[in-house]
């Protein structure tokens, strides 16, 4: 039964991201670009929709963090394993950064603008999940 | 400088921000998840459909979360990247390779990790940011490109 719960909230979660991006124009690859755009027409829009994200959301994973030692539903919080400033970390967050400025998208809105039926969407989306998949693959030989 | 911020739309960029800040607070609080879209999105290649289907519904619910803003609200849907093909698919290879890479993005590092204040993911935040802004200014303002 919590399982299905836990179905309930990740719908939940889900329709409430989605909404979130579509409502703040983050799915507008255009947007981004106007705001990664610091040296030209800049538009600080994102960065109202990341105050608005962690003004709710900053308070509340302290508290919770500092009060609870597990969530409401699950056995524990599935936290990343790893907590070092490493090479991957660096190296992986500058090539994200490049691919995100050269398209407008992040993972996040790509897989949201699905639903508006562009090839192009689709077409990124492939070739995001090929990049990925080469990293998995690649990090796998490396055990 | 001030006309700059005369184009942001407050109520919708901060509701619309909340929205999503809720979204992870929920998936966290209940389900003890981080709502970290590429780790949900690269999970469905490297683990059973068991224990990929609350990831499959969160993802499902996502998009259709944006579609029924779209149709309840009347805004119209945003357009399609502006980007030619070669760098259409070059983008899409750096973004999937370099999130999986850096274990997250900006959900996952920039909303979820920095509320954890988490000092890894306020590095990587500031690291993808500077990175995309340095791109964009060498190809749109040094290259000239039409992005």
Known sequence: MPFAIQHLIAVSAGLLFGAGLAASDMNNPERVQGFLDLFGNWDPSLMFVMVGALLLALPIYQWVLKTRKTPLLAKRFYLPLSTKIDRNLIIGAILFGAGWALVGYCPGPAIAALGYGYTDVLIFVIAMMVGAKFHQLSSKKDQ | ?147
């Not at chain 2, 509701?15 to 966290?28: H, N, T």
């Not at chain 2, 750096?94 to 909303?111: E, M, P, R």
């Not at chain 2, 890894?120 to 802004?133: D, E």
């Open chain 2, 1 to 147: 400088m001030l006309e700059l911020f005369s184009q942001v739309n407050y109520t919708s960029v901060l509701l619309g921000g909340a929205a999503i800040g809720l979204s992870s607070v929920l998936l966290f609080v209940f389900n003890g998840r981080i709502a970290g879209i590429c780790g949900m999105a690269f999970s469905l290649m490297a683990t059973s459909l068991q224990r990929n289907i609350w990831r499959i519904l969160f993802l499902g619910s996502m998009i259709v979360g944006s579609l029924l803003f779209h149709y309840l609200s009347g805004f119209e849907y945003p357009p399609a990247p502006d980007t030619s093909l070669p760098l259409l698919i070059f983008g899409g290879l750096l973004v999937g390779y370099g999130t999986s890479l850096g274990n997250g993005c900006t959900s996952g590092h920039g909303i979820a990790g920095i509320a954890r204040l988490s000092p890894r993911s306020i590095v990587a935040t500031l690291t993808f940011m500077g990175a995309a802004i340095i791109t964009l200014y060498v190809v749109k303002h040094l290259l000239g490109g039409t992005i």
